[in-house]
């Protein structure tokens, strides 16, 4: 499906009033995990995507829970919702909080030539190893905190954000233009080996704390 059929089909479901609502029991079920279940109000459930489309024609994928290995979002996807892929809580006997592991434990690849802003936790403990997000400008604070990814190229992110991929199974990181890299934006990055910003300003001196394997010769800054 292109653009402009699921801009259509979009339309056309809200025409129909096939949208997720606070009674269907979509809402139950992840209202009872840590993702946000009123975020998917009003949005248009296809093939494992829940999708909307906002007053400026952005359209969103607002949550995903689909059973592929790789998925490519095609030029369909502009912005990825807050939570649209992170894992779920489970409880373990011992601990009080319980802890997440990844609801869709099948999807590795996820490809967006057209999403431009990736929001908050949004792949946070997910199982995705491989991301390629060629024109994403902003990713939000945690977005793949304890995430299974092993390699990041982004080619127009500017910022990487607070704890972005604090904890997570990174390798390697190139951002071409990032100028600002926040605090704890790495933390415990145990498998980071190489990072390449030639263009950071600002590096907040808590960024890299705790990733072991990173040499100074391989940090590519200017």
């Known amino acids: 499906m292109n653009r402009e059929e699921l801009t259509q ?14 009674e269907d029991a979509i809402y139950e079920r992840l209202d009872q995990c840590s993702f946000n279940a009123k975020n998917i ?18 359209i969103h994928l607002v949550y995903y829970d689909g059973e592929y290995e790789e998925l490519d979002l095609g030029d369909c996807i502009d912005i990825i919702d807050d939570y649209a892929f992170v894992g779920r809580l489970i409880h373990v006997p011992g601990w009080s909080a319980g802890m997440y592991h990844p609801e869709r434990e099948n999807l590795v690849t996820v490809v967006g030539k057209s999403v431009k802003y990736i929001g ?12 390629n997000f060629p024109n994403v ?5 945690c977005c793949f905190e ?26 390697s990181f190139e951002g071409e233009e ?45």
């Open 9 to 22: 089909y979009i339309d056309n479901c809200i025409l129909l009033g096939n949208i997720v609502t606070k």
């Open 41 to 58: 109000i009003d949005s248009v459930f296809i093939d494992g995507f829940y999708v909307k489309r906002d007053k400026k024609d952005n």
């Open 120 to 131: 908050e936790r949004a792949f946070a403990l997910s199982s995705v190893t491989n991301i």
């Open 178 to 222: 990032v100028e600002r890299v926040r605090s704890l934006a790495f933390q415990n990055c145990k498998n980071l080996t190489f990072v390449s910003i030639p263009k950071a300003k600002t590096i907040d001196h808590t960024a890299f704390h705790g990733c072991s394997k990173l040499k100074k010769e391989n940090l590519k800054i200017k």
């Open 146 to 171: 304890h995430a299974k990814v092993e390699s990041a190229t982004f080619n127009k992110l500017k910022t990487v954000k607070e704890a972005v991929f604090s904890g997570s199974e990174l390798k």
């Open 137 to 141: 400008r902003k990713i939000g604070v």
